[in-house]
């Protein structure tokens, strides 16, 4: 411990003896160290906001869309061909076991009125486990109840996005709308959701029971997707199993036609979305990490300088007794030391730039405690690795040839 403590010393009044070449010289490891930390940061808390946003979606969520359809040779995508009934969800409701609940979404887009202003968006004809499936909580008045969607009743729930446009600074609860001129009662306020990672405005809607808007609004019996949630996340795999065997059923398929819907669970969402994120970070890290190797061979440079300014010093110290490994030693804890001290500078200065970025712009980097230790232990390594070449060079120098260097 002791001779740790004297080659530190050694190695830090060494490096004091130029203290703003030192400075420059860790200025490549500074800026590499806090530019991986960043770059991974800003990756990972990309990713953790896309998860919180799938998560936002609802609780072991299964999505069902229906067919694609194929009109001379053009095919479309999923749910452009809708070949749902309210039947296939009243089937699912009754038949399958390892599904928590089930709900019919009839979509549409039109432009709705209230209260002498108007906006367009989007119409979701659902059932009452659409709310528990989609973790939908309102903020004022209630939700519509089963007997609202058995009787059609023409009741609607808004989004803050389209209740803020119809009636602003004031309370839409008992409010009239009309879509497609049909009247509407407002009995409920969703709570906020804000946008998604994709910038979607979640809140940019109009809840409605089913029935009314398929035989209302439509005036058609097909529904758009089916959304349901599964027991438990474990048993994902085979509700999902199970619903398509159900549906498959339904819709009279015999083993090799080919199905008319898709569907999707929430992990393989969230998987995809995981990936493409992870890439990403990875990419950013590695573009980040060039900039750490460039500050390596910038120690190199240095410390190769250092050892032609030093030749006496050295002839001086193997003339009287010293062996190779004690310069080999020497020279490369100095090298260690600027690239230490370099890597945490450079992990106090991306925790702040972190903490500064968080509280004043709408990103948001999520610092982890691995990417800060693997940091350092990296720009240790690069001191020891671009460290040995020089001091090598140094340790084998001629004693002779090294006194008589001027």
């Keep these: 411990m002791k001779q740790f403590s004297n080659l530190l010393r050694v190695a830090l009044k060494s490096i004091g003896k130029n203290r703003m070449r030192s400075l420059l010289t860790s200025l490549g490891i500074i800026i590499g160290v806090s530019a991986v930390i960043i770059m991974v940061a800003i990756g990972e808390g990309s990713q953790y906001q896309i998860e919180q946003n799938i998560n936002a979606l609802g609780t072991n969520l299964i999505i069902i869309f229906a067919g694609s359809s194929s009109t001379r040779g053009v095919r479309g995508g999923a749910g452009s061909l809708e070949t749902f009934t309210l039947d296939d969800v009243d089937k699912l409701k009754k038949e399958a076991t390892l599904i928590d609940a089930v709900s019919p979404i009839a979509r549409l887009n039109s432009q709705i009125i209230g209260d002498g202003a108007n906006w367009f968006t989007s119409i979701y004809g659902v059932s009452t486990d659409y709310f528990r499936i989609r973790n939908w909580e309102i903020e004022d008045g209630e939700f519509f109840t089963d007997k609202d969607v058995t009787l059609g009743r023409k009741v609607a729930i808004l989004g803050k996005t389209v209740a803020d446009q119809l009636f602003p600074n004031q309370d839409p609860i008992g409010k009239r709308i ?40 439509k005036g058609d019996r097909r529904i758009n997707m089916i959304n349901a949630s599964a027991i438990s996340t474990d048993r994902m795999d085979a509700a999902q199993a199970e619903i398509s065997s159900i549906l498959r059923e339904s819709h009279r398929l015999v083993a090799e036609q080919e199905a008319d819907f898709t ?144």
């Design 178 to 217: 009309r879509i497609r001129n049909i009247p509407f009662d407002v009995i409920g306020l969703l709570k906020e959701k804000g946008r998604n990672s994709m910038g979607q405005d979640q809140d940019d809607l109009v809840l409605a029971p089913t029935t009314t808007v398929l035989y209302r609004l």
């Design 263 to 406: 569907i999707r669970t929430q992990s393989e969402i969230t998987e995809a979305v995981t990936e493409t994120s992870r890439t990403m970070t990875l990419l950013l890290g590695a573009i980040a990490a060039v900039s750490l190797i460039v500050g390596g061979i910038g120690i190199m440079n240095i410390m190769l300088v250092s050892v032609t300014e030093r030749t006496r010093e050295i002839g001086i110290r193997l003339s009287v007794g010293a062996r190779e490994s004690d310069i080999m030693v020497q020279f490369l804890s100095e090298a260690v030391v600027l690239s230490v001290s370099g890597g945490i500078i450079g992990i106090l200065l991306a925790l702040a730039a972190g903490l500064a970025l968080n509280q004043f712009t709408n990103l948001f980097l999520l610092i982890k405690p691995a990417i800060i230790i693997i940091s350092f232990v990296f720009s240790g390594a690069i001191g020891i690795f671009f460290g040995f070449y020089p001091a090598r060079k140094a340790a084998h120098l001629n004693p002779i040839d090294a006194l008589r260097y001027e």
